[in-house]
């Protein structure tokens, strides 16, 4: 019996893709040849949050007539239940989380400016300030984390701290991790990137897969 | 007495007489002279002529094959950027007649050339690499195309316009999709580029601002509704129907003027600041100052000019 046990964790390991303090359990589903999670475990100094993926997309641009694919996106929080699944309440419901995670997972080399610009593009679409504080430190972490390199993933967690602020840790795609402190806004200004009023046609898109949620 | 003074006037004058007639020779002499070498500058100023249009083709020819290299052709989106240099080049050296007759001639290559017969398989369908083939020139010709008519001057384009729209010219189509592939060419190639990225040195915000500008003069034309591009004739990809607006008056995400220059209003405050002048180098922090803010009230201009339509 102990033996199985042993072996089933073993298994249960090799399914897990381990990226600093977030791990990931994958499901059956790929996009784009990237294998979409069924859950994550985000650990934390106030505690370990298990999180199941609420949805997956394809995030692409529009380059002239086409559609360049740029990166599969899967969005997970620690309680799915209370996620609300409609355009204007997902960014409102992510204030039931106490912990939540983007992954991204880019199919094409991108420059950290451009990933930097693209987000703050996004803010800007979402009137949310980036000079505060929270916002202007996670722009920063995300320019000192470089490029975003093809094949490789980058993973934005958060989980809300006992005195109401909100740790978010960003980890570019060489792995390196930069943790941020914000206000408890600064969750929902993050996912509003994804799920709020999008920048441009391809994250409206995006945000449409997100909002349908995932069949494993 | 009189006599003597009679002689000597007579004498006079037939003397100046002579010297007139001398000097009349020689002007004469002169004017055949001056003829002769007008002739001759006439014939050198031809020859120069001559020279300067052989120069002028010279440019057209080597322009456009610098821009069909193959290293130039291979990565064609999000735009050619190896076709700018040779592109930039053609848009100097043609006339705004040529500019339109190429577009004519390059959208009825795309629409109406066809692989060979012998290239259909047992079933009537092309072979795929003759398709891949096929519709990779296609995009190499629509690519020049736009390439051209978004980085030539601006004079020519302001021309092109009086010429062939006011001016009900012969190519009057093909100036609404050359304008048509201007918008979509600066419209990537700022989205993909320069606005990709912090705004944040003087020449990024001018070049960002002017290409901008170029397509802002187009989207308020009296005839902007015309302004548009069918590009039909492929054969796997999707035929390329584009209009500078809408047909509710929308416009796309990559020209959409005033959302775009909002964004590079807030880019002065945000990444320009006071211009990222590296300490103790020789441009004057007044006169980067006095340009940023000179630079600014065009921006804010061309964002009133959007309110107020």
């Not at chain 1, 380059?63 to 996620?83: E, K, P, T």
């Not at chain 2, 009679?6 to 010297?19: E, G, H, R, V, Y």
């Not at chain 2, 001016?167 to 189509?173: A, D, I, P, S, V």
């Not at chain 2, 809408?246 to 020209?255: M, Q, V």
Request: net charge negative; with cysteine.
């Amino acid at each position: 019996m102990k033996l199985l046990s042993l072996i089933g964790t073993a298994l249960l390991f090799t399914q897990v893709a381990v990226a600093g303090v977030i791990k990931y359990e994958d499901g059956t589903r790929t996009i784009n040849g990237v294998s979409v999670g069924r859950s994550a475990e985000l650990s934390v100094d106030n505690g370990v949050y298990h999180m199941d993926v609420i949805g997956a997309g394809l995030r692409t641009k529009k380059v002239l007539v086409a559609n360049v694919n740029v990166y599969v996106a899967q969005v997970y929080v620690d309680n799915a239940g209370a996620f609300v699944r409609t355009a204007d309440g997902a960014v409102k419901s992510i204030d039931n989380m106490k912990a939540g995670a983007i992954r991204l997972t880019f199919l094409r080399d991108v420059e950290a400016d451009k990933v930097k610009v693209s987000f703050r593009d996004a803010f800007d679409a979402n009137d949310i300030n980036t000079d505060e504080p929270g916002i202007a430190a996670f722009l920063n972490a995300v320019s000192d984390g470089g490029d975003a390199e093809g094949n490789k993933t980058l993973n934005i967690s958060f989980a809300r701290l006992d005195d109401g602020s909100v740790r978010v840790i960003y980890e570019d795609t060489k792995g390196k991790e930069t943790t941020v402190i914000g206000n408890a806004a600064l969750a929902n200004s993050i996912f509003a990137i994804w799920l709020g009023e999008p920048a441009d046609a391809g994250l409206a898109t995006l945000k449409k897969e997100l909002l349908k949620g995932i069949t494993q | 007495m009189k006599t003597n003074f009679t002689f000597i006037l007579l004498a006079s004058l037939t003397l100046i007489a002579c010297k007139a007639e001398k000097a009349m020779d020689n002007t004469n002499k002169m004017l055949k002279t001056t003829e002769a070498m007008n002739s001759k500058m006439e014939q050198t100023n031809a020859g120069i002529e001559s020279t300067n249009e052989s120069v002028r083709l010279q440019k057209l020819i080597l322009s456009k094959d610098d821009m069909l290299k193959d290293e130039n052709t291979r990565n064609l989106e999000p735009v050619a950027l190896g076709m700018i240099p040779g592109a930039k080049k053609f848009g100097e050296a043609a006339t705004t007649t040529e500019l339109v007759e190429f577009t004519y001639l390059l959208l009825k290559e795309i629409n109406d050339q066809k692989p060979d017969e012998s290239d259909r398989l047992e079933n009537g369908e092309y072979k795929p690499e003759v398709i891949a083939a096929y519709d990779h020139i296609k995009m190499i010709k629509f690519s020049e195309l736009i390439t051209i008519a978004g980085m030539a001057p601006e004079e020519k384009v302001d021309q092109i316009i009086q010429e062939q729209i006011y001016g009900g010219g012969l190519y009057q189509e093909e100036a609404y999709a050359f304008l048509m592939g201007r918008v979509m060419f600066l419209g990537t190639y700022l989205d993909s580029g320069i606005l990709s990225r912090p705004l944040n040195t003087v020449e990024r915000m001018n070049e960002a601002i002017t290409r901008l500008g170029s397509i802002d003069n187009i989207l308020k034309m009296p005839f902007k509704n015309e302004v548009k591009m069918n590009v039909t004739g492929f054969l796997k990809r999707d035929a390329i129907a584009v209009s500078a607006y809408a047909e509710d008056g929308t416009l796309d995400a990559l020209w959409n003027m005033p959302k775009l220059w909002k964004k590079v209003l807030k880019a002065f405050d945000r990444d320009l600041k006071d211009g990222n002048i590296v300490r103790g180098s020789s441009s004057s922090q007044k006169e980067v100052s006095a340009k940023i803010a000179s630079m600014k009230r065009r921006v804010e201009a061309y964002i009133k000019l959007w309110e107020i339509k």
